[in-house]
């Protein structure tokens, strides 16, 4: 079964610095990797996707994120954050012919002015 | 993109009493509804997973007679509470997902449920 990593449970940043969250996943077959952000008292936003062809892949409010499959990894990247990314961030797994999507158990970014 | 509408937003009630939640995709047919729990400052554990028109599949250790779940159509799936107590206090989120192919699932804005 697959699982997800989240290394960082909260990750504190000062404003426009740049910023990675750690995401690494385990799993025996091809999965497509999420990441979703969640506001407080909300529900989650898809910030970008990984389904197939180019490992780099660009999301909303400036987010990307690298898939990398040697590593099993598909860590979250933004060159330059601002306050209203502060947030909780949710890295998922859902292996090919699946119909669960499976959750990190997130990463607080906090972002200080 | 897709949205998802879940409603109540915020709902406080009795111990003893039933609680239901709806999940309605506004602007595209479910074929897949998803429930989840999540507990404060923790991840999303899902609660069950239901296909339009047929029973829902409950993750282990969730109790399907407490977690009554309908998806009676492509656009709305139910969440009863029955018999809610305080340790069912928590946030509840849908999501909603066109088929498998289309691999993306839509989240509800989520419930947040207080037992007294």
């Known amino acids: 079964a697959q699982s997800v990593t989240q290394l960082d449970s909260q990750v504190p940043v000062f404003e426009e610095a740049p910023v990675e969250l750690r995401c690494n996943y385990s799993?025996?077959?091809?999965?497509?990797l999420f990441w979703y952000v969640q506001y407080p008292n909300q529900g989650l936003q898809l910030l970008l996707k990984y389904l197939s062809g180019s490992t780099l892949v660009k999301g909303i409010n400036g987010f990307e994120a690298e898939f990398n499959k040697s590593q099993t990894s598909f860590h979250l990247r933004k060159p330059s954050v601002h306050i209203s990314d502060t947030a909780e961030y949710f890295c998922?797994?859902?292996?090919?012919?699946?119909?669960?999507?499976?959750f990190g158990q997130g990463t607080r970014l906090t972002i200080n002015p | 993109g897709a949205v998802v509408s879940q409603h109540p937003s915020w709902v406080i009630c009795k111990s003893g009493t039933s609680v239901k939640i709806e999940c309605r995709s506004l602007d595209f047919q479910a074929t897949t509804m998803f429930w989840y729990r999540q507990f404060p400052k923790q991840s999303l554990m899902l609660m069950a997973t239901s296909n339009e028109g047929s029973k829902a599949t409950y993750e282990q250790g969730v109790e399907k007679d407490k977690f009554l779940i309908n998806h009676a159509s492509l656009t709305l799936s139910t969440l009863t509470v029955t018999s809610a107590h305080p340790e069912d206090s928590s946030f509840y989120i849908c999501s909603a997902r066109v088929t498998v192919a289309k691999n993306i699932q839509y989240f509800g804005a989520g419930t947040r449920l207080s037992v007294l």
């Open positions: 998922a797994v859902r292996e090919q012919g699946a119909q669960k999507l499976v």
């Open positions: 799993s025996s077959v091809s999965v497509y």
